[in-house]
């Protein structure tokens, strides 16, 4: 198709502002799938996401639109990641774009996403089509958020279009204004090819899928193409575009967004951002802004059963063909035995690993609690990475320590100012600056260590502001802290799946109350078991299960042989998520325990 007909555009949205229903919209408004066969949100095709509501991968789809005077169009939605973790993938299909919009919840307001996501928008130099979402809702209050957008981004309340991607309403003006105001690309046909990777997907008959979007030139079924970060060559077997489903196409050509399948074993090879061009006509230079998503965050993953060792390596192998972020190494614990070192872009993402493989792979696991990745400088001159507390070298071999900060945006109610300052300064953060977007709505910039919004910061700024504030964040870079290693015994025995590191003011706190929570999580035992925090070979604090024999019987004395089977079976199922740690037995929840102190 002629490429002035072309539209290519995204949607960002703070969570759950309606980008996915009003992506189903669009595709229902535009015939590209029958209205009968929607089933709810067609782009997020992974049961995971349909049951969290939230998109994992990006998406693309092409719909055909006939404006209202006869003139038909092709447009390319390309569906986005809303969540921080995949800020990554965002950016990657913000530039597969000429325009964006911008869904702003009509009930909620201007969200920290929300300007997260227009920040990186504009940073592509994207049009930007501002829509305000959800005007059926009684409780919507569009004018106050036309105001809000007004003054926080500069658009005029005319610019923007009222929708409910509910009702449908305002789709159509929605549709009409893409076409007028999105620019069309600029690429030629007739120049070197150049196509941007901006997501790629795993298919066990196919190999690696490449979502494209062509740049200039063209790319044809049998063309010898060139991965120019990796310049590894394959001969292009099948191209196609999504209507929404997978359709065969001959060429596609610059302006165009589609799929590409090479016979590519390796999902690294076609690494989402990197630029495909062809060997007989290459060009010189590579499509901007290529960088490989770096994990953040690491935890051990253990199966309960050893046996199931291998299957876990076969998950892990399988699950990154189609996940270039997740990393994994083997790695052994004394007391939880073989498993691997994972790492992860953030910790929606770590819990989504976990919850396929235990689902989809049906293997039964321990996780460690969360660690970032912490450098050591060690008193001989060296540095060293560190992502397990239990590799740090011990007390005298350290001479300092460096940890990830994060610069974070903080969107709230100003009455929630108080309580949500307070929150940051307990999680160590820098006070940087506070901006008022409306008068009644702040936005607040923190300097965080990265360790200390890993586990329950998101729960308590919901919780501390009723629900109302938000939060998006970046990497910053490392600091150096003053951290300590904290140590749990058992029974007088280490166990190194519970070592952390923690900053030295709080550790105190912190081994009192990881024992005191593991003193409530380990059943007991036929004898007594010691719980102790040790820093530095010195124990501040200590804990001790008592010894009790657990007879669940002892209270069917009528003798009712199936309430006992019962009562047995539930004992049990109980046990499943047990390790045995020597002599005593810990289930699961300890190795979380941490996250739940205050
Ligand atoms: P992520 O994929 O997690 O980023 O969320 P999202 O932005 O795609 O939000 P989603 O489309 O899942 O919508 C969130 C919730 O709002 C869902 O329960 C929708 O049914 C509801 N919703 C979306 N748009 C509208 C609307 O226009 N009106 C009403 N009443 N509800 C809406």
Redesign the pocket.
């Known amino acids: 198709m002629d490429q002035s007909r072309i539209r290519n555009f995204c949607i960002i949205?703070?969570?759950?502002?309606?980008?996915?229903?009003?992506?189903?919209r669009l595709l229902e408004y535009t015939g590209a799938v029958d209205k009968r066969e929607m089933t709810?949100?067609v782009l997020?095709s992974m049961d995971l996401?349909r049951e969290?509501?939230?998109?994992i991968k990006a998406r693309a789809v092409r719909l055909n639109y006939q404006a209202a005077d006869g003139e038909k169009y092709l447009l390319n939605l390309i569906d986005t990641?809303?969540?921080v973790d995949f800020t990554y993938e965002v950016s990657r299909s913000l530039a597969a774009c000429e325009g964006a919009l911008l869904?702003v919840?009509a009930t909620q307001g201007v969200e920290a996403q929300t300007i997260a996501n227009l920040y990186l928008a504009l940073e592509h130099d994207l049009e930007i089509i501002p829509v305000i979402?959800?005007?059926?809702?009684p409780s919507a209050d569009p004018e106050r958020t036309l105001k809000q957008i007004e003054e926080v981004f500069g658009y005029k309340p005319e610019e923007a279009i009222l929708?409910?991607?509910?009702?449908g309403q305002g789709v159509d003006a929605l549709l009409a204004a893409i076409v007028q105001r999105i620019p069309p690309p600029k690429g030629s046909t007739s120049e070197p090819t150049q196509a941007l990777i901006f997501d790629s997907q795993y298919d066990s008959y196919k190999g690696v899928i490449a979502y494209v979007r062509m740049f200039n030139g063209q790319i044809r079924i049998g063309d010898k193409i060139r991965m120019m970060a990796t310049g590894k060559e394959f001969e292009v077997t099948e191209l196609g575009v999504f209507a929404p489903e997978m359709t065969p196409v001959e060429k596609l050509a610059s302006g165009e967004v589609g799929f590409l399948a090479a016979s590519i074993k390796n999902v690294k090879d076609t690494q989402v951002g990197d630029t495909v061009t062809t060997v007989d006509r290459p060009t010189a230079t590579p499509l901007p802004g290529y960088r490989s998503a770096k994990p953040m965050v690491y935890c051990g993953l253990y199966p309960v059963e050893n046996v199931d060792y291998t299957n876990l390596r076969d998950a892990l192998e399988r699950l990154q063909l189609n996940d270039a972020a997740l990393t994994f190494e083997p790695e052994t614990s004394t007391a939880l035995g073989f498993g691997f070192r994972c790492g992860f872009l953030g910790l929606l993402h770590m819990e989504i690993i976990q919850e396929r493989l235990e689902r989809e792979y049906n293997l039964e696991l321990i996780a460690t609690a969360p660690s970032v990745v912490y450098i050591v400088h060690l008193t001989n001159g060296e540095t060293k990475e560190v992502r397990n507390p239990s590799d740090l070298p011990g007390f005298g071999f350290i001479e300092h320590l460096e940890e990830p900060f994060v610069n974070a945006n903080i969107i709230l109610p100003h009455d929630f100012v108080g309580p949500i300052m307070e929150l940051c300064q307990e999680k160590r953060g820098l006070y940087k600056s506070m901006e008022y977007l409306t008068t009644d709505r702040v936005l607040l910039h923190y300097e965080l260590p990265l360790a200390e919004i890993l586990v329950d910061f998101y729960d308590k700024l919901k919780s501390r502001s009723k629900g109302y504030a938000s939060f998006d964040y970046d990497f910053l870079g490392y600091r150096e802290t003053d951290l300590v290693r904290l140590d749990i015994l058992l029974n007088g025995k280490p166990v190194d799946a519970l070592s952390a590191i923690v900053h030295k003011d709080k550790a105190y706190h912190y081994g009192r109350q990881l024992a005191r929570k593991l003193k409530e999580l380990i059943p007991q035992q036929l004898f007594e078991v010691p719980i102790q925090a040790v820093v530095n070979n010195k124990v501040i604090a200590r804990e001790t299960i008592r010894a009790l024999r657990k007879d669940v019987l002892a209270k069917c004395y009528g003798g009712d042989v199936t309430r006992k089977r019962k009562l047995l079976e539930k004992q049990k199922e109980g046990k499943k998520r047990m390790k045995q740690l020597g002599t005593v037995e810990v289930p699961q929840e300890a190795f979380f325990a941490v996250l739940k102190i205050d």
Do not use: C, F, M, Y
Request: charged share 30%.
């Open positions: 949205a703070h969570i759950d502002h309606g980008k996915s229903t009003l992506a189903d709810e949100q997020d996401e969290r509501g939230i998109t990641p809303g969540h869904v919840d979402n959800k005007v059926d809702l929708v409910s991607a509910k009702t």
